[in-house]
């Protein structure tokens, strides 16, 4: 017994389980003791460790405050969103970009899976030739380059680097030492050339570029997420949401997006929001210490007032920001919130326009406008001005209508080649594609065996054959800075035109003004055949990328036939461009209505609006202002455009349409076009001849048409002559020679002809008008040009003076209240977010013009006398007074259209300028007007002014300048 239990112990003791057993026994004790001694003896010590390894401090955007109008009127305001972000939570190592890269691309495809857009606030686009091109220029660009590049400042840049094509710029960043955005030539081996962007689309590339350059420029800060995407849908928040452990470092935050009423009609004024830049965040926190805030308040993450007031404002809007103290993992999940500090959201800012004036006026343009236009067109394909006709004469050929649609983009061309592509669609591509074809081959024989001189050829290759020198020197495959304009056959291209393009090719290769480093040469020592052979190839390749170029095909088309005016209205069907009754389809398609009558019911319903046809005029501007304060009632520019898709992130496509669209949506005409003022200048003339004393009020002077003077001798709108003026008289007939007389009297002072005093003294008295400099508003603003040659004709508001519509209705104001000259303003008051009075604003007195009480009436009497004289007036129940002003800038185009005015005449309440470029005539600009007035002081039912068509105007009479 004894025994088989002691070989039992034995065998125990030397069985391999045993040993086994004292060595698990062994390692468990020590792993007890070592969770004892770290979770009991020095667990609070360890703890505390790990916590400030992985404590941070994350800022708290604030909500941005609301811009309303002077009524209360919402114009601006937040909207809770969710927006999707990326921290950079990836290890070093040589793996990291394609690691990124991959969470990258599968990020945006679950965005765009759910129609969402990621964003695309990067300065470069796609342009309507497909190509990579730069948003922004001149000293934006070089900045957003040596951003990109790495330097502090635009000086550091070399000129080849100034020089770096958008695709170059992109190929930079995507390189293998950048981001690594591509592929190896050979996947599988890593030693074969690596290509940027190979495996992409262009969209794609574009948008990877995109994020990971913002990534980039957060590297130096752990833990801060960089925005994908902003108001993404709950779709896209739950597909993120499922695939949160195969998208390391991204997370879906709620966030606030700007959002803009009505925004077409305030998109001037407001301007919008984006992502700030390296020059605004330097700007925007030296501003900040300035008014006694803390060093570094924006960070480059921050979203800040790019344009318009949200810029101006942009640290009474901004709010203060938050803070919270996380603890977050290795992978940057945040596990608890320690401590939170709220954000103080910003200051509300209220403007002194008028949100239903404002839109109503817009509207009012549109419909006149659409009426002028209408009322140009005619039936026919081509229109030639006669010889010494004026340009108020001109018209619209209804081929040129046809034409708009598919130069303003109104069509999608991209889609009459698609696969769903409707049957016109398809015609009109097939045509398209055999009259290319056509023009194509005969460019080659032209460039190859025809050699026709230029002054030779028909209208239509002409035109090709000119732009295509425009697009060789454009590229800088001529390199224009080489060219001698003065050479004898550079002249008898560009001027004498009796030589062909190909002579002037080949001489432009025999004097080196060709860059042959942009052609597809293979040795560098390449004789002149080879050169001019690359050439006419890269000539052929560059206009078939080049969308103005192929736009143009489809006029020809239009205009010999091969397509038809009926195919295009059509394709407007087709493509559902407009929204017309079932009848009137049927009635286009059977022949039963045709193509004219059809297109002439789409500008009339404004179903196709000027803004859309962008044919002279397309434009319009209008300042209203409240003479006795100063204050900006309205400031309308057409057209407008939706900030909505420019603001938190911009919408690329919509940004590359805005950049296309001939109307030039974008610009605000009311603060950013200049013109000369035509004959509304003619009260500053007045002014400086009576103070001067060339003139007073009983002088009379003989108007006989022809004002001999000077030479050459300038004419009165009235050839045959007004006979005797005074002031009044001469401001009531816009007489051209009365005013020639006060601009030679004031340059003849001194006994001769002094053009430099002349215009010395007319430029003193136009800055006694506010019109020398600026006009105060609080947005973008050209600055006015006062004339520097002849003082004779610009005393009548032409030589080089030019104004803003913003400039000329302070000007106007002035008058209307005899002599207080404000500094304009946009702004009313801010408050708090709960509403109470923080700052109250009013606009400046810049100056004080003394003049004598019968001065004054003069002046007004002569402009009440101007709209007594219209009979389109005789109905307004309010008593106006204004000035007309008609200036031409080309004979080819309709002379731009101008009226300043106030009312009422007895006790003058607003002032208004109103502008129209190409407008034919300011009878026009005063028959808007009119309306406005009749809108503001409820002289009509809304409805029967604003009806959502086409208004009739009455005819215009074109006289003064």
């Not at 007895?906 to 600009?925: H, K, L, M, Q, V």
Request: with cysteine; charged share 25%; net charge negative.
């Amino acid at each position: 017994m004894f025994r088989e239990i002691r070989d039992h112990i034995i065998n125990i003791v030397t069985s391999r389980l045993t040993v086994l057993m004292i060595l698990f026994a062994f390692f468990a004790g020590v792993l007890l003791y070592r969770c004892f001694n770290l979770q009991i003896v020095n667990g609070e010590e360890y703890l505390n460790d790990f916590i400030l390894q992985i404590e941070k401090t994350r800022d708290i955007s604030s909500t941005r405050g609301r811009i309303l109008d002077r009524n209360g009127n919402v114009l601006a305001e937040n909207e809770l969103a969710y927006s999707v972000k990326i921290e950079d939570v990836f290890e070093s190592s040589r793996n990291k970009n394609a690691k990124v890269n991959d969470v990258v691309y599968r990020l945006i495809k679950l965005i765009e899976k759910n129609g969402d857009s990621v964003i695309t606030d990067f300065k470069i686009i796609i342009d309507e030739d497909g190509d990579y091109a730069y948003s922004v220029d001149g000293t934006a660009l070089l900045r957003f380059q040596a951003d990109v590049l790495g330097y502090r400042t635009i000086d550091e840049l070399s000129e080849e680097e100034k020089a770096m094509t958008a695709q170059e710029l992109i190929e930079y960043l995507s390189s293998a030492k950048g981001f690594a955005i591509g592929q190896y030539e050979d996947p599988e081996n890593t030693k074969t050339p690596f290509v940027p962007g190979k495996g992409y689309t262009k969209e794609e590339w574009l948008q990877m570029v995109t994020i990971r350059y913002a990534m980039n420029l957060t590297s130096f800060r752990k833990y801060v997420g960089t925005t994908v995407a902003t108001n993404v849908s709950a779709e896209t928040v739950a597909v993120i949401m499922e695939n949160s452990d195969q998208l390391d470092g991204v997370s879906i935050v709620e966030d606030t997006v700007r959002h803009y009423i009505d925004s077409k009609y305030f998109a001037h004024v407001l301007g919008y929001t984006g992502k700030i830049s390296s020059d605004e965040l330097a700007e925007l926190n030296d501003q900040v210490v300035t008014e006694g805030g803390l060093e570094d308040t924006y960070t480059i993450n921050d979203v800040v007032g790019k344009s318009g007031i949200e810029a101006y404002m942009e640290t009474t809007l901004q709010g203060t920001k938050g803070s919270e103290k996380v603890v977050v993992n290795n992978t940057g999940k945040v596990i608890t919130i320690l401590e939170r500090k709220e954000a103080q959201p910003g200051a509300d800012v209220y403007l002194t326009i008028d949100k239903d004036l404002t839109e109503a006026v817009y509207n009012i343009i549109e419909q006149k406008l659409a009426g002028l236009v209408a009322s140009k067109i005619i039936n026919a394909k081509e229109f030639n001005l006669p010889e010494n006709a004026k340009s108020s004469s001109i018209k619209i050929p209804i081929y040129d209508v046809y034409f708009a649609m598919i130069n303003n983009n109104i069509l999608d061309r991209k889609h009459f080649e698609a696969e769903d592509a409707g049957e016109t669609e398809k015609a009109v591509y097939a045509a398209y594609l055999e009259y290319k074809q056509g023009v194509y081959d005969r460019l080659t024989y032209e460039l190859t065996e025809g050699a026709t001189p230029y002054s030779k050829l028909s209208k239509e290759y002409q035109v090709y054959q000119s732009n295509i020198v425009s697009l060789l020197r454009e590229e800088g495959v001529i390199m224009k800075e080489l060219v001698d304009d003065n050479d004898a056959t550079q002249t008898a291209w560009a001027k004498e035109e009796v030589i062909s393009l190909k002579e002037y090719l080949q001489y432009c290769i025999a004097m080196n003004w060709i860059d042959v480093s942009k052609l597809d040469l293979n040795d560098k020592y390449s004789d002149s055949t080879e050169v001019y052979d690359k050439l006419l190839e890269y000539t052929i390749n560059a206009i078939d990328h080049t969308t103005e170029f192929q736009k143009r095909f489809y006029k020809y088309m239009l205009l010999n036939d091969k397509i038809t005016g009926k195919q295009i209205c059509m394709l407007l069907c087709e493509q559902q461009v407009v929204d017309i009754p079932a009848e009137d389809e049927e009635a286009l398609y059977s022949g039963k209505l045709s193509a004219y009558q059809f297109m002439m019911n789409r500008i009339n319903n404004l179903e196709i609006t000027p803004a859309q046809l962008a044919l002279d005029p397309c434009n319009a501007s209008v300042v209203i202002t409240d003479v006795n304060t100063g204050d900006v009632l309205a400031m309308v520019s057409y057209p407008g455009y939706d900030n909505n898709k420019m603001a938190n992130t911009v919408d690329a496509e919509y940004y590359a349409q805005l950049n296309a669209d001939k109307s030039s949506p974008q610009l605000n005409f009311a603060t950013q076009y200049k013109a000369a003022p035509g004959s509304t200048f003619k009260i500053v003339s007045a002014t400086a001849g009576l103070l001067e004393n060339v003139i007073n009020l009983q002088s009379r002077v003989n108007c006989v048409g022809t004002f001999t003077e000077i030479t050459p001798s300038p004419r009165c709108w009235k050839i045959s002559g007004h006979g005797y003026e005074n002031v009044t008289s001469a401001i009531k007939d816009s007489c051209n020679y009365f005013f020639y007389n006060v601009g030679y009297q004031l340059a003849t002072r001194t006994g001769s002809y002094n053009e430099e005093a002349g215009l010395d003294t007319l430029s003193k008295y136009a800055d006694l008008y506010g019109l020398t400099d600026k006009s105060g508003v609080e947005i973008g603003e050209y600055a006015p040009d006062v004339s520097t040659k002849d003082p004779v004709r610009s005393a009548i508001g032409q030589g080089s003076n030019s104004y803003t519509t913003v400039g000329l209705a302070r000007y106007v104001t002035t008058i209307a209240n005899s002599g207080t000259c404000y500094n304009l303003t946009l702004l009313d008051k801010t408050t708090d977010s709960q509403g109470n009075l923080l700052k109250e604003y009013h606009a400046e007195v810049r100056n004080q013009i003394d003049l004598p009480q019968e001065y004054w009436d003069a002046f007004h009497l002569g402009m009440r006398q101007v709209v007594e004289n219209k009979k389109y007036f005789n109905d307004l129940a309010v008593n106006a007074a204004g000035k007309t002003g008609t200036a031409e800038q080309t004979a080819s185009r309709p002379n731009h259209a101008l009226f300043i005015c106030y009312a009422p005449y007895e006790n003058p309440g607003i002032a208004i300028a109103t502008r129209i470029p190409f407008g034919y005539s300011s009878d026009y600009a005063a028959q808007f007007t009119r309306d406005i007035i009749k809108y503001y002081y409820g002289l009509a039912e809304e409805d029967d002014l604003i009806t959502g068509t086409a208004d009739t105007l009455d005819n215009a009479v074109s006289n003064e300048m």
